[in-house]
């Protein structure tokens, strides 16, 4: 029977079960035998990171040409004009590529639990958050996408992978769900 993990990845926990010297790891939150990240978030993003001990379930989570939309909460430097949030929608030049589009709207700040360490604090300079669905998946994209709009992200979460939510789980929480998925 194929096993399907959804866990909240907290800041800082590398995306691997190898022991590492540059912080904690999956190892130190799930103890199961044979289950692999599907996809990654990297040390500084929080959130939804799906764990599968079956292949091809793996590989229709991950693999591009499904375009499983991924949702992501995340808290910029400044509040972002309409016309930035509309260059998101579009798609950015990253790499010499551009992005394909993406769904982007503002959010009012959501009720996450607080990050440690916290985000830096600017006296002068406000922080607001937006939501941006992708259907791709490149390294480090929406910090690379709000920056190149003139918003650099401070904190990011992943809220949603496809069908799969987040829902309540606290951070380094984890949960079996059945899959919606089949072969």
């Not at 999956?26 to 103890?31: E, N």
């Not at 930035?84 to 551009?98: C, F, K, N, T």
């Not at 829902?167 to 089949?182: N, Y």
Request: charged share 30%.
């Amino acid at each position: 029977m194929e096993k399907l993990i959804l866990f909240n990845k907290p800041y800082g926990v590398l995306t691997q079960f190898r022991v590492s010297a540059y912080g904690p790891t999956l190892a130190d939150y799930i103890r199961l035998p044979g289950v692999h990240p599907a996809g990654r978030l990297d040390k500084d993003s929080e959130g939804l990171l799906l764990l599968t001990d079956d292949g091809a379930l793996q590989h229709r989570l991950t693999d591009p040409r499904h375009k499983l939309p991924k949702t992501y909460w995340a808290q910029v430097e400044g509040v972002p004009t309409e016309e930035a949030l509309e260059r998101l929608r579009r798609g950015v030049m990253l790499d010499g590529r551009r992005t394909r589009p993406a769904k982007v709207r503002r959010l009012s700040e959501p009720g996450l639990w607080p990050r440690e360490p916290p985000v830096r604090f600017r006296k002068h300079i406000p922080t607001s958050w937006i939501e941006v669905i992708l259907t791709e998946g490149r390294n480090r994209q929406v910090r690379r996408m709000t920056a190149a709009v003139g918003y650099p992200t401070l904190r990011l979460v992943r809220v949603a992978v496809g069908p799969y939510l987040l829902d309540k789980l606290a951070p380094g929480e984890w949960r079996d769900v059945a899959p919606v998925f089949t072969r």
